[in-house]
T-cell receptor, first 116, second 114 residues
Framework: DTEVTQTPKHLVMGMTNKKSLKCEQHMGHRAMYWYKQKAKKPPELMFVYSYEKLSINESVPSRFSPECPNSSLLNLHLHALQPEDSALYLC???????????????FGPGTRLTVT | AQSVTQLGSHVSVSEGALVLLRCNYSSSVPPYLFWYVQYPNQGLQLLLKYTTGATLVKGINGFEAEFKKSETSFHLTKPSAHMSDAAEYFCAVTLYSSASKIIFGSGTRLSIRP
């Protein structure tokens, strides 16, 4: 199984709402990622979890809060977002770099987020 | 620091024609190189990768790429385009020392003319 799943597929939220994005993988990968992708642009890295610990935070605003409850799950909690946060949010996973690995990341289908 | 440049934000070819998408990288150490494809409203799918060994790499859907160290290039080709190849293509690089961080190129949108 080389699948990364994400829910929901689409999300519309107001600027005062609190919502969460979910990501799941069952490939035994120990690194998981959140990316933000604006239209016609490449994905931008937001967070990296390695062995369930946050290892990289690319200076993301605190209104985005990641969580890794276990090695298969990754959440992104959203609060007080701005309209400019509207984008496609992609989750990815890979074998941790300490393993014998070719480092490719496997991506989920994404959550299309609209902030109104 | 490493970087990736994709020449041409939009490439249009006729169905059955050769597809050539260009990618050049900058890296002070041997890189790992990838091509990803993204269909509309979907995530990214790995097409192929180069790590070490054979410089001509074959991927899915009939695509291949050749790592040319002297030219710092990793161009993607397909002998005969199909309508289903229409998508956004991203070249990417990562290093062993920072394997968690992929550096993506700006992307090339491939259109196929009937």
């Amino acid at each position: 199984d080389t699948e990364v799943t994400q829910t929901p597929k689409h999300l519309v939220m107001g600027m005062t709402n609190k919502k969460s994005l979910k990501c799941e993988q069952h490939m035994g990968h120990r690194a998981m990622y959140w990316y933000k992708q604006k239209a016609k642009k490449p994905p931008e890295l937001m967070f990296v979890y390695s062995y369930e610990k946050l290892s990289i935070n690319e200076s993301v605003p605190s209104r985005f809060s990641p969580e890794c409850p276990n090695s298969s799950l990754l959440n992104l909690h959203l609060h007080a977002l701005q309209p400019e946060d509207s984008a496609l949010y992609l989750c990815a996973s890979s074998q941790d770099h300490e393993a014998e690995s070719t480092y490719e990341q496997y991506f989920g289908p994404g959550t299309r987020l609209t902030v109104t | 620091a490493q970087s990736v440049t994709q020449l041409g934000s939009h490439v249009s070819v006729s169905e059955g024609a050769l597809v050539l998408l260009r990618c050049n990288y900058s890296s002070s150490v041997p890189p790992y190189l990838f091509w990803y494809v993204q269909y509309p409203n979907q995530g990214l799918q790995l097409l192929l990768k180069y790590t070490t060994g054979a410089t001509l790499v074959k991927g899915i859907n009939g695509f291949e790429a050749e790592f040319k160290k002297s030219e710092t290039s990793f161009h993607l080709t397909k002998p005969s385009a199909h309508m289903s190849d229409a998508a956004e293509y991203f070249c990417a690089v990562t290093l062993y020392s920072s394997a968690s961080k992929i550096i993506f190129g700006s992307g090339t949108r491939l259109s196929i003319r009937p």
